[in-house]
Structure formats: C-alpha cells, structure tokens
C-alpha cells in the first residue's frame, strides 16, 4: 500500500464511521465536553470549538442503513436525509450527541428540528436561523446575535463560556483547515488526473468528526502524497457538478461520473466546509458573521436579491476550466430543483453544455447515470456539447 492509499483507507475509515466511535472516544478523552452535530450544509463550527465543542457533521444513513422507522415521522415525497437522519438516532447511532444545529435552509430541515426536538427532548436542539439580509448593520448584526445565542445555550448545557482568546484561536485554526482544502481544491482544479473527486471528497470529508487541527494535519498529509504520487493522465471532458449542497450522493455515484470520462474539477458537495469563501478575517464573533455575510458561497438556500441568477455559476464554470455542467440534486430537493432552471437557462445563454441527474443518498444502481454522463461526456469531447 503506498502513502497515499493508507492515507485514503484512513480516511474511509472515518467517513464509514456510522457509529460515531471517533466522537465516542473523542468524549471520553473530554470528560464532560460536548459534542454537537449539524447537518452537511454550513454551521458555526469555530464557534462549537471555542467552547470547547466537537461539531460533528451528520450525513445522514447514505447507504449503511434501511430507512424503516424513519419512514414512519416524514412524508414520502420529500429528500431522504432527514428520513434516514431520524432512523440514525432511533437506532442508537447518535447517541454520542449532546445536541444537534438545523440551519434554515428549508422546510424539511426546519421539520427534521422538530421533530428532533420531539423525540429526543433531553438533548440540546439548536435552529440556526441564517440571515437573508447581507447588510452588516441588519443581517449581520442579528447573526452575531444568533451566534452569541447558540453560545448562551451551550453554556448552561455544559460548554465552555465564550473567551475572547479561545474564539480567536479556533478561528485561526478554521483558517488553516480552510487554507489546507483551498490548496486540495486547487490541485484537483489543476491536476484532476493527480487528485480524483472521489478522493478529494473522502479528504474533506474525513474530518467531520474532527477538530479543525486534526482535520488540516490530515489534509496536509494527504497534499504531500497526492503530489508525490506516480498518476497516468486521462483525456476526460472538465465539469462542474452542482446541486447537491445538502443530502450528499453515495460516494460511488462520485466515483461512476469520473468513470464515465468526467473530471469534476469544482462541486458544491459538503459545502458545510466550503460555505465561507476565503479565511475569516477577524477574531470576534462580528468576524464570523461579516465572513458569512459577505463571502458565502452562492447556494440554492441563500437569496441573492438583485444579482443575476446564474452568474456566479457562470464564473465558476470559466474559472475552473470547465466544458460542461452536471446538475446532481438529490429527488425532492426542493431548493437545489427550484433554483436548476434558472442555472439552466443562465448556461443557454453563455452556450456552456450540460447534463441532469437526481439521485437520493441510498442509490444503489449507477449504470444508467454511468451511460447518461458517458454519453455527455463524449458530446462534449465530439461536439462541444449538446444541452
């Protein structure tokens, strides 16, 4: 096994940890501190670990785990996370959990909040109300608020109170994860072939259950033995893939687009850890909020007021490199199906090919998808594309 494939199976190992064993043990080498879990899409977590948190991304059952009693608490005809994120807390699965954080991202997630306040009214339930309003003064000044909030709340759970020192600490260690994800973001922009999506995917998300300084140290690592590594290049057709910013796909459907003859050198997947554009610049909770408010990332839950749908799309797609884009939402997602025609239409304009596809996380066949984007994939190569 070479470094960087013990690198990797280290890192599968802890995104197949269902059971959350890291964050058990992690607890007892803390006795008393808290974990807290959020859900794939943007939370505070600077925040959970200057006070002395663990913030523990939860993905959902994916495709561990039959979706049963889950079933029971939720309508058929929405996405499957929240069905699968309930079937994981009626098993025991989060039981290491001291609480839980549910952005306002829309109304399944605002359902799954209470409906785990519902079940499991011994554990701390946090509604994360994400501002609409991006001036400092209005959407900035009631998320710092929110923040301090959700500081407050923790407290009187067990956490740490909030230190000035401990914020701009974790801060600064945010800052070196997200440094350490840029340059992997980078290398797989640059060298697609050096770096596949499926690895960097496994890279990132690793450290859900991670402390920013261990995530980072892993990331580095994993940096130095993807560049030193021996790798053949391959003519694969450059893409985007948008759409799946929440419920995230089996990690095979990943690995049946790149087969299929596609690079996807740019993604919105687990964008809880690429929600904020660029470092924090500050050490306050006012930086964190200004961070949010002013650098996050154009998403289908984010309202963008007066700018044009599509643009920031648009720059991405010129940015990267990229020939085409794959719109990847998982079945009912309301926002991310809401927000894809008009992307559609956006990419019309400019002439830039693209292909769609829905999948849920538990999807298990792929080779209908494999021929779908094999076939974008040549399109593209062939024609230069057919929408």
């Known amino acids: 096994m070479t470094p960087f494939d013990a690198l990797m199976a280290r890192a599968r190992e802890a995104v197949d940890d269902r059971h959350l064993d890291r964050v058990r043990a992690w607890k007892q080498e803390h006795p008393g501190a808290l974990a807290i879990g959020h859900m794939p899409i943007y939370s505070p977590r600077p925040l959970l670990e200057a006070i002395g948190c663990l913030p523990v991304a939860v993905f959902g059952g994916g495709d561990q785990i039959d979706v049963i009693r889950g079933d029971a608490y939720f309508q ?7 069905r ?68 407050r709340e923790l407290e009187a759970r067990g956490a740490k109170p909030l230190e000035p020192n401990a914020l701009a600490r974790a801060i600064a260690e945010e800052n070196a994860r997200r440094a350490a994800i840029f ?13 596949r999506a499926s690895e960097a995917y496994l890279a990132v998300r690793a450290g859900s259950a991670m402390t920013a300084v261990e995530h980072t140290e892993l990331l580095r690592s994993i940096l ?22 929440c419920e995230q796909p089996p990690i095979d459907l990943i690995v049946t687009l790149e087969r299929a003859g596609c690079d996807i050198v740019a993604d919105d997947l687990q964008l809880g850890m690429r929600m904020i554009e660029g470092p924090i610049e500050g050490e306050t909770i006012e930086a964190l909020a200004r961070a949010y408010i002013d650098r996050g990332a154009a998403t289908a839950s984010r309202y963008i007021g007066d700018l044009v749908k599509g643009r920031a799309l648009i720059e991405r797609v010129r940015a990267h490199r990229a020939e085409g884009v794959v719109f990847a939402a998982a079945s009912f997602c309301d926002p991310a199906l809401l927000d894809q025609p008009m ?38 190569k062939l024609w230069g594309g057919a929408a």
């Open 76 to 82: 058929s005809y929405i996405c499957h996370i929240p």
């Open 84 to 151: 699968s994120t309930i079937e994981l807390a009626l098993h025991g699965d989060l039981a290491p959990l001291d609480g839980m954080v549910f952005p306002a991202i829309c109304d399944v997630i605002r359902n799954l909040g209470g409906m785990w306040k519902m079940l499991f009214p011994e554990k701390w339930s946090g509604y994360l109300d994400l501002p609409q309003n991006f001036d400092h003064q209005l959407g900035g000044a009631f998320y710092a608020s929110e923040l301090r909030r959700f500081a």
């Open 183 to 195: 340059e992997l973001d980078a290398l797989r922009r640059d060298e697609p072939w050096r770096l």
């Open 224 to 245: 130095a033995a993807a560049r030193a590594r021996t790798v053949r290049k391959l003519d694969n057709v450059r893409v985007v893939v948008v759409g799946a910013f």
């Open 343 to 380: 992307l559609e239409t956006a990419l019309q304009r400019e002439g830039i090919a693209f292909t769609t596809l829905k999948y849920s996380e538990n999807t298990g066949q792929f080779q209908t998808i494999r021929e779908q984007a094999g076939a974008f994939s040549d399109s593209v």
